[in-house]
């Protein structure tokens, strides 16, 4: 049975181009629904993006036939309509108040008009999805930029490997050791191994497998005199984040982790480290996305450094941390530009050079907003992703699409990034326990 696919407002807003996804079958947009777009243009977001775009296409295909009457997508596509709301009858219990109600209104009368094929309601609103279920019209999710199923698929960076006993022996002595072509089968560049003794399940080495033609690389013990910055690695994934922050041929870094697990506060060490010490950068620029997490408390006075300090506490935090307190150094490197505060929001444009860029909580990052940021990178600069994809307070994205994970996904099989999940918190016991049971 042919198919009539209506599309919701969250779907168009979270890809502009979603019209062109579904082949062959027709796709209408109810009036309310090119409304409801239209008040979003004017944000400065991905959102506002979409929205602009979508708008866009639109007046693009007007220009090619009408709307009202229908006009092919593309050649092998269905055909693409705007359709009002229709007086014919529909369920009393929608209240036509409400946007989302005079969709589903608008599909139910499509429905109505068209028994002869299957209408079904495209939103990423799991309400108004149960909704559509509860009066009979069929119904679907939509996520374009979804790289993986569900959260636990996510890619972890690590893996665990059995050889043989002689190998992490000559391992531990410093020899050029190469893993044979099976066992380097499914790895990733900049992946890193636990090799496990085939004689000895307690006899352990840390490796990072770099490619198949590179011998692998021993990890460091992060501690004593190998801290970076004053800070020590407290565990195995501590140190895997630590040898990918202090590898300038290593452009890419995303951490990902719960609360207290330290990703925030390595990478900002191992920035600090290379700038004030070994001079490998020459600023350290940080920031994190303006997505409050409950009630918004509205506009902010000040500059731009005054608006942003509210969302970049924790950042400051980790600095003043790692400066021993001191709030007048702190104010002291960003008085001399060597510690910027960078607001996401005016990135656009901008070409960064020899920085080390860490930008904390980009779960809250849509895919198009990832990219407008890692592609304002310049030669000699790293760029550091940082967050919590079970932490996430953008509406607009979830855990299996936000640009954290994306950027996990889609950079893995290169060489010029590398990823770690941290497992453990470390912030404290209580923290630890929060995050596990809360």
């Not at 374009?144 to 569900?150: D, E, L």
């Not at 043989?164 to 044979?180: A, P, S, T, V």
């Amino acid at each position: 049975m042919k198919k009539i696919y209506v599309l919701d407002t969250s779907v168009c807003l979270a890809n502009a181009n979603a019209v062109y996804s579904f082949g062959k079958e027709d796709v209408c947009i109810p009036l309310k629904v090119l409304e409801e777009v239209d008040k979003h243009k004017n944000r400065q977001d991905g959102v506002g993006q979409n929205a602009r775009s979508f708008i866009k296409i639109l007046d693009e295909l007007r220009e090619k036939g009408s709307l009202h009457d229908g006009v092919r997508l593309q050649k092998g596509k269905g055909l693409l309509k705007s359709v009002a709301l229709a007086p014919s009858p529909f369920p009393t219990d929608l209240d036509l108040s409400v946007p989302d109600h005079v969709i589903i209104a608008t599909a139910f009368g499509i429905a109505k008009a068209n028994e002869d094929k299957k209408v079904v309601v495209v939103s990423r609103d799991i309400n108004m999805r149960v909704i559509c279920d509860s009066i009979g019209l069929g119904s679907e999710g939509y996520d374009a930029n979804q790289v993986i199923s569900s959260s636990s698929e996510l890619y972890s960076g690590f893996a665990d490997i059995v050889v043989d006993d002689e190998f992490i022996e000559r391992l531990y002595k410093g020899e050029l050791m190469h893993l044979d072509d099976k066992q380097t089968e499914k790895l990733f560049p900049h992946q890193f191994l636990t090799l496990i003794s085939n004689k000895n399940a307690n006899k352990t080495a840390l490796a990072r497998f770099i490619n198949k033609e590179s011998s692998l690389r021993r990890i460091p013990e992060f501690k004593g005199r190998n801290q970076v910055f004053g800070v020590e690695s407290r565990n195995r994934e501590q140190s895997f984040a630590m040898d990918l922050l202090m590898d300038p041929a290593v452009p890419v870094v995303t951490l990902v982790g719960k609360a207290g697990s330290g990703k925030t506060l390595t990478a900002i060490a191992a920035g600090m480290e290379q700038m004030l010490k070994k001079g490998v950068y020459t600023r350290l620029i940080v920031s994190r996305p303006v997505q409050p997490m409950g009630r918004d408390i509205g506009f902010l006075p000040g500059t731009m450094e005054e608006k942003m300090l509210p969302w970049l506490s924790p950042i400051q935090d980790n600095l003043q941390f790692l400066l021993g307190n001191d709030k007048e150094l702190l104010q002291e490197y960003m008085a001399r530009g060597q510690i910027e505060i960078e607001a996401l929001t005016y990135i656009r444009g901008r070409s960064i050079a020899k920085a080390f860029m860490v930008i904390d909580e980009a779960q809250n990052l849509s895919a198009h907003e990832l990219k407008t940021i890692v592609t304002r990178v310049g030669e000699d600069t790293k760029i550091v992703l940082t967050g919590d994809i079970e932490q996430i307070d953008n509406v607009y994205v979830n855990d299996t699409s936000n640009g954290l994970a994306y950027a996990v996904e889609k950079f893995k099989d290169t060489h010029l990034a590398g990823h770690v999940t941290l497992t453990k918190g470390e912030r404290s016991a209580v923290a630890s326990l929060a995050a596990r049971i809360l």
